[in-house]
């Protein structure tokens, strides 16, 4: 019998213990002489990898410290794809059984990888067996017997974020490796607690919550939904007085920013906020970064998670108002809906309370109903 070799592959942003139960019983099943942990240098398949592959790397050999941790993928510095990888494992590993394991997430695109009838020749493939949320397992993988628990790396990350308990769902070595490191954001809802007062913060978790549960109804990742609502009132931090000399310091630009001023200067929080999630909590995502600016006016040619946070902020659970609870179970299930639900809302109350109006809402709607 030719000598088998086990590889793991995967981004393991964060590796959790499904990654683990399901290594351990795919050896179980498979006995192989060799068993490697290969993490991806950035998968193909993830929009933003939140730690960098040596973090990525150092987690896996804590999660795995009996199995080998390959840098094959990573020293390349460059997206690498698994038939190059499988080639040369073949290459150095002449006669070898190799057999790969992935998890049940990246299954269901496994027709869209490079050379899929290749991949299926150089490898016998095996997965976690999972619920069929996940979309159809080929007839060709091969299934580990044990039940996986249901983990999934980008709901870990939001947890971390959150400041949830995680103990259950990953190794506690790579939770303390994590928080020593602040990864994931572990460190920004405790530097909130000291900038924010109570009600505000409270606030910004509610909003935070809302929109990661929303995250998938309205197509956007969990993680990023839950950063920019936790930080969207970062801005809030700066008393109202403040405000003109920090836009004015910072040099942010905000749309009317005199009348604004003049008129509504607590509309610049928003501005404000974003600045301090670049600066103090050294946000780089783009469309965070957007979503934070725009929650209070908008902005023509919104994206999903703007809308998103625009919307979560109207009707968080901690807003008591009569339509909140209706706009939140509009939000549940119609994004567009809710959308211009949200924004006719707040044009009404800015009517009601007869005084200017910064015509930015307006613009928005008239775009959208036109
Ligand atoms: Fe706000
Ligand atoms: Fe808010």
Redesign the pocket.
């Known amino acids: 019998m030719s000598a088998r070799i086990l590889v793991f592959g995967g981004s393991f942003d964060p590796p959790h213990k499904g990654h683990q139960e399901l290594l351990k019983a795919a050896k179980e099943q498979i006995h192989p002489a060799r068993t490697m942990v290969i993490p991806a240098y950035h998968s193909p398949w993830k929009k933003d990898s939140s730690a960098s592959p040596e973090e990525r790397f150092q987690m896996a050999k804590l999660s795995f410290p009996e199995a080998e941790i390959s840098r094959l993928e990573m020293r390349a510095r460059r997206r690498v794809y698994t038939i190059e990888v499988l080639r040369r494992l073949k290459k150095e590993n002449p006669g070898s059984e190799i057999h790969f394991v992935i998890g049940s997430d990246l299954v269901a695109r496994f027709d869209e990888w490079k050379s899929p009838l290749e991949l299926r020749k150089l490898a016998r493939w095996w997965t976690a067996l999972r619920p069929p949320k996940n979309g159809k397992i080929p007839s060709f993988f091969n299934l580990v017997s044990r039940a996986m628990p249901e983990i999934s790396s980008t709901d870990l990350r939001a947890d971390l974020l959150m400041g949830e308990n995680v103990s259950g769902k990953m190794d506690p070595r790579v939770l303390e490796w994590i928080k020593q490191r602040g990864l994931y954001g572990v460190s920004i809802l405790p530097r909130l607690k000291k900038i924010l007062k109570p009600e505000r913060l409270f606030h910004s978790i509610s909003v935070a919550r809302l929109s990661r549960r929303l995250s998938c109804v309205w197509e956007v990742d969990s993680f990023e939904a839950a950063l920019a609502g936790l930080l969207?009132?970062a801005g809030?931090s700066v008393p109202i007085s403040e405000m003109k000399p920090y836009c004015q310091k910072r040099r942010l630009r905000v749309p009317l920013f005199r009348k604004v001023f003049a008129y509504q200067p607590i509309l610049l929080?928003?501005y404000i906020s974003e600045d301090i999630s670049r600066r103090m909590f050294g946000i780089k995502n783009s469309d965070v970064l957007k979503a934070i600016r725009h929650?209070?006016l908008g902005n023509s040619a919104m994206g999903k998670l703007e809308r998103l946070i625009y919307v979560c902020?109207t009707c968080s659970e901690d807003r008591n108002y009569s339509e909140a609870a209706e706009l939140r179970e509009l939000a549940a299930r119609n994004p567009q809906e809710a959308f211009l639900e949200c924004l006719n809302g707040k044009i009404r109350h800015a009517l009601s309370l007869r005084g200017w109006i910064h015509p930015l809402p307006i613009q928005i709607w008239n775009s959208l109903i036109l």
Do not use: I, K, P
Request: hydrophobic share 10%; aromatic share 0%; charged share 40%.
């Open positions: 969207h009132d809030r929080h928003a929650h209070t902020d």
